[in-house]
């Protein structure tokens, strides 16, 4: 297909042309700038014109800089979707005018890991694979908006976006569906789905799943979707217990409760089948003992994570039981209880979201109606308040669970 062009946003003194974009510009300073229209580089590129497109829980490891290889100016945003306004002359899956949703992870779709499904392992999104390599052995697939490190990829806080590869990642909403329906199929709906997935519920079990943030809530309705009988939800925030409450789960607040002692209570002492950590690298202060000493170290450079809540949920898990971390970690984790994992058979599941391999299921269940994803949404936004909210999101203030922002107006 011919390359089409678009009319861009405006044109600065030098006639370049300019957009707005949230970038970062150190720790906790977001700020939304005017940066250079994105342009199509490759054959297979597509440039769209963002509609919606939401801050995430990982983006809050951007805004609190303990992901390295960030530089200033860098445009954020891994959660996106728009409307197709260019393609490149190599893509013929996409046309001017597609509505799509846009997978925060930059896959071929040709290489060994995309061919297998393991689209967030493609070994050719990384242009700066060696980078990765050093850190952790060998690169996964490149990220929207996520550091140089995974990329160095512009994101989708922005008025437009230019997509990789994008005969491979963006799927076309159907008529009838809103925005709001279909955003959140770019990550948090498919990396709550994964996480119960990796479950691997039969039916009847009791999954107990740490973070009521928004990848928490969806990974509570996919458990009840996928068959576990009882879903213990655990956090200290009260609107996000209250709404994973009202998705039928059982609440635990870990500054009122011991959570092992209240787990042990609902599972005749045996455990939870399953546990979910939804958390990551950042539990709250106050979440116990060792989070206490992961903090000291983490703050003089003596470790690089704070896996809190991974030693809870290994501990919790009952013999057999499968370990499921969609939460991040960046490095190296200390006092890991490798011992009780072993000793009792548990399972470990874990990944960056191969999005694309379960966007069809997902667009599916949503069409079917089984799932309305925008239940998590309490904010909306222009991008210039973006900046703001991100320290809302960030402070769990004014009952925020999930930020949308619509660029264009
Ligand atoms: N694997 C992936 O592909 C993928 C995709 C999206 C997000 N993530 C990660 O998932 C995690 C959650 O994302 P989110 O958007 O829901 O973020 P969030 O920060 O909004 O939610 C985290 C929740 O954990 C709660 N929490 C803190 N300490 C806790 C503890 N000790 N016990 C139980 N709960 C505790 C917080 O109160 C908060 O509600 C983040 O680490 C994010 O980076 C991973
Ligand atoms: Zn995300
Ligand atoms: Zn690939």
Not at 16 to 36: F, Y
Not at 53 to 65: K, M, N, P, W, Y
Not at 171 to 194: A, C, H, N, R, W
Request: proline share 5%; aromatic share 8%.
């Amino acid at each position: 297909m011919a390359c089409q062009k678009f009319v861009p946003a405006k044109s600065n003194s030098d006639g370049e042309d300019e957009m707005k974009a949230l970038t970062w510009n150190g720790k906790n300073d977001i700020r939304c700038e005017s940066v250079p229209d994105p342009k199509i580089e490759h054959d297979r590129d597509a440039i769209i014109k963002v509609t919606a497109c939401a801050i995430c829980g990982s983006d809050l490891h951007l805004f609190d800089g303990i992901m390295p290889s960030m530089e200033k100016g860098d445009v954020l945003g891994h959660e996106t979707m728009g409307e197709v306004v260019e393609v490149g002359k190599g893509n013929s899956k996409l046309k001017v005018g597609d509505r799509v949703v846009v997978p925060f992870t930059i896959s071929c779709g040709e290489c060994f890991f995309c061919k297998k499904g393991f689209f967030s392992g493609c070994e050719r999104s990384n242009p700066n694979a060696k980078a990765a390599e050093k850190m952790w052995g060998h690169s996964p697939a490149g990220l929207f908006g996520y550091s140089h490190m995974l990329g160095g990829f512009a994101g989708g806080q922005a008025q437009f976006l230019r997509v990789p590869y994008a005969d491979v990642g963006p799927i076309k909403v159907p008529e009838g569906l809103t925005d709001d329906q279909v955003l959140f199929l770019s990550d948090i709906f498919p990396t709550g789905y994964m996480a119960a997935d990796f479950c691997n519920l039969k039916g009847g079990e009791t999954v107990a799943i740490w973070g009521c943030g928004p990848v928490g809530q969806f990974a509570i309705k996919s458990a009840f979707l996928l068959g576990a009988e009882r879903v213990i939800a655990i956090d200290t925030v009260p609107e996000r217990l209250a709404l994973a409450k009202a998705s039928g789960a059982i609440m635990l607040d870990f500054m009122q409760e011991d959570i092992y002692d209240r787990i042990q209570e609902l599972t005749q002492g045996r455990g939870a089948d399953a546990c979910i950590d939804a958390v990551g690298t950042e539990p709250a202060t106050g979440s116990g003992f060792d989070a206490v000493i992961d903090r000291i170290k983490v703050a003089t450079f003596m470790g690089t994570d704070r896996p809190h809540v991974l030693r809870q949920a290994i501990h919790c898990c009952r013999n057999f039981g499968t370990v499921s971390i969609v939460g991040v970690y960046g490095g190296l984790l200390d006092n890991m209880p490798m011992g009780s994992a072993i000793n009792r058979g548990l399972t470990f599941r874990m990944a960056q979201t191969p999005v694309q391999h379960y966007l069809p299921k997902l667009l599916e269940r949503i069409e079917k109606g089984e799932i309305d994803p925008s239940f998590v949404i309490t904010h909306r936004a222009t991008l210039e308040e973006g900046p703001e909210l991100y320290k809302t999101f960030r402070a769990k203030k004014d009952g925020c669970i999930k930020v949308v922002m619509r660029p264009n107006g």
